[in-house]
């Protein structure tokens, strides 16, 4: 009996010592995955290089503010020997109607690609315009009034622009002739000669972007009708739809804001408020963003280690089969491998193709090695079954992405308590729990 025990004893202690050199080794793995997701990030990088090369040479995200009605005004200061300046006194829209046609395309740079677009846009309303009083001695310069139409991008303009303000037709002109309410655009001169107290205004405009549209919202009462070809928006800003309506065809989405939900007023004079800091609009989101998806995969990579090591140190225990090492050193290495071949190819085909390739490709590598060490063909099978489950587990935690985290604690759960079934049923740990109490009864 104390021959036995002694026995037990010592194969307890060597199991021991692998498991401590399997943690050690777990360890220094990190490394090599570590270096797989700086890669991956390197590339991601590069990938944002090649939209905003598409961009610089198309046109950049869009933001359309506008239009907006500017008055200088000639101030004559009431100190002695001060000299008479300019202030300019911008007049929001009373009413804002923009109803817009987007369609939608992508763009590729080698292997990388973009969301580009071309729109279509009607915006209509009116101007309210007040009594202007500057607090001082002033005039208005009613004849070198004009009006400003925000634009990110000027180079995503098709064609000409022309704005209908009741009888007149105003055709724009470029750049801004002032830069106090917007940062770029375009700018109507008109002559406000007849001063009525309403203004009409219409105007049509062909603009092109990429990647996302916004809107400032400088009506008073601001209406945006919005439909595009895109059916993954991602709706962004201040302000989200009243409406919105997705499907597969694309989406279509309504805001409406009033004044009161914005945080500039309806007049001001110089730079005293950006109308473009309340924008609302939408992202035209890529559906699969595979350097995401591969960058969360890399960040299982221990458990995968984990759990496969456990797998083997349960067959050998099973099984009586042993594996040396340097076999779980290469095993370790084909499984962290995984990673970095599963962000090659999917950016060729696309990330579900390229998991499941990967993934395929990993498991047989394994179980051929295993074939060539283990006698047990059922312990082969066995790990392989458990690396399939395994990969579809962590292939549901990344197409979940909003019940992730959850689903992955439960599922480690279950994982955590069918090794607990498992260890029970091996002869090892039986053994010792009795090997110790037959010691004690002596």
């Given at each position: 009996m104390k021959i036995e025990i002694s026995e037990s004893k010592k194969w307890q202690n060597t199991l021991t010592l692998k498991i401590l050199l399997l943690a050690i080794m777990g360890l220094f793995l990190l490394i090599p995955l570590e270096m797989i997701k700086s890669i991956i990030r390197e590339r991601q990088q590069t990938s944002e290089k090649a939209k905003q090369e598409i961009a610089s040479q198309w046109a950049g995200r869009q933001n359309l503010s506008g239009?907006?009605?500017?008055?200088?005004?000639?101030?004559?200061?009431?100190?002695?020997?001060?000299?008479?300046?300019?202030?300019?006194?911008?007049?929001?829209?009373?009413?804002?109607?923009?109803?817009?046609?987007?369609?939608?395309?992508?763009?590729?740079?080698?292997?990388?690609?973009?969301?580009?677009?071309n729109s279509y846009f009607h915006i209509s309303g009116e101007f309210f315009i007040p009594d202007i009083s500057a607090g001082e001695s002033s005039e208005v310069q009613w004849n070198e009034a004009y009006y400003t139409l925000g634009i990110s991008d000027n180079r995503g303009l098709k064609g000409g622009v022309v704005m209908k303000t009741g009888t007149l037709d105003i055709n724009a002109v470029p750049g801004l002739l002032d830069k106090e309410v917007f940062a770029s655009g375009i700018s109507f001169p008109v002559g406000l000669t007849n001063r009525v107290k309403t203004i009409p205004f219409e105007l049509e405009i062909n603009l092109s972007g990429s990647e996302g549209l916004s809107f400032s919202p400088v009506g008073k009462t601001t209406h945006v009708n919005l439909k595009s070809t895109w059916n993954a928006p991602g709706f962004t800003g201040n302000f989200l739809p009243a409406t919105r309506t997705v499907d597969d065809s694309g989406f279509k989405a309504d805001w409406l804001i009033t004044n009161l939900n914005r945080n500039f007023p309806q007049v001001w004079k110089e730079d005293e408020f950006k109308p473009s800091n309340d924008s609302f609009g939408v992202d035209f989101v890529m559906v699969v963003d595979h350097y995401q998806k591969s960058l969360r995969s890399a960040k299982y990579g221990i458990l995968f280690i984990a759990l496969t090591f456990m797998a083997l140190l349960f067959a050998e225990m099973a099984t009586g089969e042993s594996l040396q090492i340097i076999n779980y050193l290469l095993v370790s290495f084909a499984l962290v491998l995984f990673f970095s071949l599963l962000n090659a190819l999917s950016e060729q085909v696309g990330f579900n193709p390229a998991y499941i390739i990967a993934a395929g490709s990993t498991i047989i590598l394994i179980t051929l090695f295993l074939l060539k060490l283990v006698r047990n063909f059922r312990t082969v099978i066995l790990v392989s079954g458990m690396l399939v489950f395994l990969y579809s587990f962590i292939f549901i935690l990344l197409t979940l992405n909003d019940y992730a985290y959850l689903a992955g604690n439960i599922g480690l759960f279950f994982l955590l308590a069918l090794t607990m079934a498992v260890s029970t049923k091996l002869r090892l740990f039986n053994g010792s729990a009795r090997n110790t109490a037959e010691e004690s009864s002596e």
């Open positions: 239009p907006v009605l500017n008055i200088p005004v000639r101030i004559f200061p009431l100190k002695n020997n001060a000299e008479p300046h300019m202030s300019i006194i911008h007049i929001m829209p009373e009413t804002l109607n923009v109803s817009g046609d987007v369609k939608t395309e992508k763009r590729h740079r080698s292997i990388y690609q973009t969301v580009i677009y």
